[in-house]
């Protein structure tokens, strides 16, 4: 199903791009709730071995709490996840789920305008992760 992701790709290492990561949610006035650290959690229930990866659970409160008074329901699709993958020791993925999609669940023009915001916002995280590389 493609188009439920924003992303982008950034040149630097996994360490180096979770930090620049957070830094960028900060900036935007995201906090980060939760972190799953997908690489340690598969390897320990399933002995598996996948790149490194992180999903931030990425919180605005305000547009949370615009967004639960529009449809309380809307809680189930918070926080924010932001996903940074690494490619190899050099490059990583970065990929947050794009809340535009939450609209083909409740077209609500309280939750459009909220979905609206919190894009330009994760957006601009990502612009500002290729900015720092450049």
Not at 12 to 29: F, H, I, M, N
Not at 64 to 87: E, G, K, T, W
Request: hydrophobic letters at 45%.
């Amino acid at each position: 199903m493609p188009g439920y992701t924003l992303d982008t790709k950034v040149g630097r290492p996994y360490g180096e791009t979770v930090e620049a990561v957070r830094s960028a949610l900060a900036e935007q006035g995201f906090g980060v709730l939760t972190e799953i650290d997908l690489r340690a959690t598969l390897a320990a229930k399933l002995g598996v071995d996948v790149p490194e990866q992180v999903i931030l659970g990425a919180c605005r409160p305000p547009l949370a709490y615009r967004a639960l008074q529009a449809d309380p329901s809307i809680a189930a699709m918070l926080p924010c996840n932001v996903v940074v993958r690494a490619l190899d020791a050099t490059n990583c993925a970065v990929e947050a789920f794009d809340p535009e999609v939450m609209l083909g669940l409740n077209d609500a023009p309280e939750l459009r305008s909220v979905a609206q915001e919190a894009k330009e916002r994760l957006e601009a995280v990502l612009a500002a992760l290729n900015e720092e590389k450049a």
